[in-house]
């Protein structure tokens, strides 16, 4: 492929993404493929000839696109969403055309002092404290990695990277029962281990973490020998939004000199409106590092994530490694290569940039603002069907429910209904029984498609247990 076949088909493709998009209602949301069935179509030996354009994208649209699940598609209502608004996909287009390796301040000065400037943008968007610096990992999951191992080196004086954890002891960190799964891989591969990630019990309606049990928790690992070495807490957790008492949390820190994380992956991005501070934000000042990932529900395409940090500094004396072939020399500079695990890095706030400079703040509290009153709405539409029973109300745009009957009739409407296609759910558990989890998320969604859900919903329950349809 040249240049000119490059620009005729770069335009023939930007087209075919608009009406792509344009059409998304009009496809089921999930693949409606079987395991398999895609590969059974590819050749099992790559061709020793080039082949032409117009065979490979035929074969794109044969082949590949009936086992996608469609992300971007308006009703996607399963897990959290993983948004790419038109700004960042063009975005996106200049860098994977650019194609630059931004590991280091001078492999390309853009895209590090471009980064410097969109943390502080959302730092000042979340209104955390000016003393906040920050750096663009690839997800969350990282992130919480880098915290975990700081928190480790940390806790040994900075001597496990180089004397390795045999004679450390059984070093503890302290989270509640609601984290996602990210934190016990961080755990895992951090060397912790899963036995020393103390989950602990939660109260109340946004079920947060225990603060006397997070102490009492503390103390016997003291008493034993153990040492505690942080507190992971978190706001909006993955399975039902549960959300933590920052400040309670913190105190508790403070008063142990824990290094602190907060996973706030999902429901950081609506902290974009004060409105939500008070319930979700109150305290957030202090945590020593802080994730949110704009791709989850900005717009930012994936991969996107904030890790803010208080002081930059113990993470560096964790992850920095500095050979001669990666030295810089003359004037300071920053690596963000210096304060992540991957030494390679692509040019990820070039999409924030263009994202936020098209629709500015305001347009993208609007949509959250809008996803959180629907998920409301569509909760209080479900209560009313008789038999449902709501099993965590709305926390910002995410709840729960049940329909009538055992763990595996929930299943059984959750596959019903993605089977289905119009719409995508997935299940979760909460107190020893499967959930249906429902969230508001996806950047171009409606009201309507988001009430359309109650119809549908009730529709594919009523068929799968033989009773009549009601209103349809």
């Known amino acids: 492929m040249d240049w000119d076949d490059f620009a005729r088909w770069g335009g023939r493709i930007a087209e ?73 996909m063009l975005a996106e287009q ?192 202090g945590y020593d590092s802080i994730v949110f990932n704009p791709h989850k529900w900005l717009g930012a395409q994936f991969d996107c994530s904030i890790q803010f940090l208080r002081d930059a500094q113990p993470q560096l004396n964790t992850l920095k490694i500095e050979p001669e072939y990666l030295r810089t020399t003359g004037d300071a500079v920053t690596n963000y290569s210096e304060w992540t695990i991957p030494l390679g890095r692509r040019f990820r706030a070039l999409k924030i940039w263009f994202l936020i400079r098209c629709y500015g703040l305001d347009g993208l509290r609007t949509r959250i603002r809008n996803h959180v009153q629907w998920a409301g709405e569509l909760c209080d539409a479900l209560r009313e069907i008789e038999g449902f029973e709501i099993t965590s109300e709305p926390i910002l745009s995410l709840f729960s429910f049940r329909c009538p009957g055992s763990d595996a009739d929930q299943q059984r409407l959750v596959d019903a209904l993605n089977d289905d296609g119009r719409i995508y759910l997935t299940q979760g558990a909460l107190n020893g029984r499967k959930v249906i989890r429902f969230q508001v998320g996806q950047f171009d969604c409606t009201r309507d498609d988001v009430m359309m859900a109650r119809d549908v919903i009730e529709e594919i329950w009523r068929q799968i247990n033989g009773r009549k349809v009601k209103n349809f």
């Open 94 to 285: 200049l860098v994977n055309t650019v194609a630059a390796q931004c590991m280091l301040w001078q492999t390309s000065p853009a895209a590090t002092e471009v980064e410097g400037v969109m943390v502080d943008w959302l730092r000042q968007a979340l209104n955390l404290p000016q003393d906040y610096t920050g750096v663009i990992q690839d997800s969350a999951s990282s992130a919480t990695l880098s915290a975990v191992l700081t928190m480790r080196e940390r806790a040994t004086g900075y001597t496990g990277n180089r004397e390795g954890l045999s004679g450390k002891g059984a070093l503890r960190v302290y989270c509640s029962e609601h984290v996602h799964s990210s934190i016990d891989r961080a755990a895992w591969v951090a060397g912790i281990g899963q036995d020393n990630l103390v989950k602990l019990p939660t109260k109340g309606e946004r079920f947060a973490l225990d603060v006397v049990a997070l102490e009492d928790a503390i103390a016997r690992d003291i008493t034993a020998g153990h040492t505690p070495a942080g507190i992971i807490a978190i706001t909006g957790g993955t399975g039902v939004g549960a959300s933590d008492d920052l400040g309670a949390v913190l105190e508790v820190a403070k008063a142990h000199d824990l290094y602190t994380h907060l996973d706030a992956a999902w429901a950081g991005s609506a902290m974009i409106c004060p409105e939500f501070h008070a319930d979700f934000w109150n305290g957030v000042a």
């Open 16 to 88: 075919w993404g608009a009406q792509y998009h344009k059409t998304l209602r009009e496809r089921p949301v999930r693949a409606q493929t079987r395991p398999g069935e895609i590969a059974a179509q590819l050749p099992v030996s790559p061709p020793d000839a080039p082949e032409a354009m117009d065979a490979v994208m035929a074969d794109f649209e044969a082949i590949v696109m009936p086992g996608m699940t469609h992300w971007q598609h308006p009703r996607f209502f399963a897990y959290f969403a993983a948004n790419a608004a038109p700004p960042s």
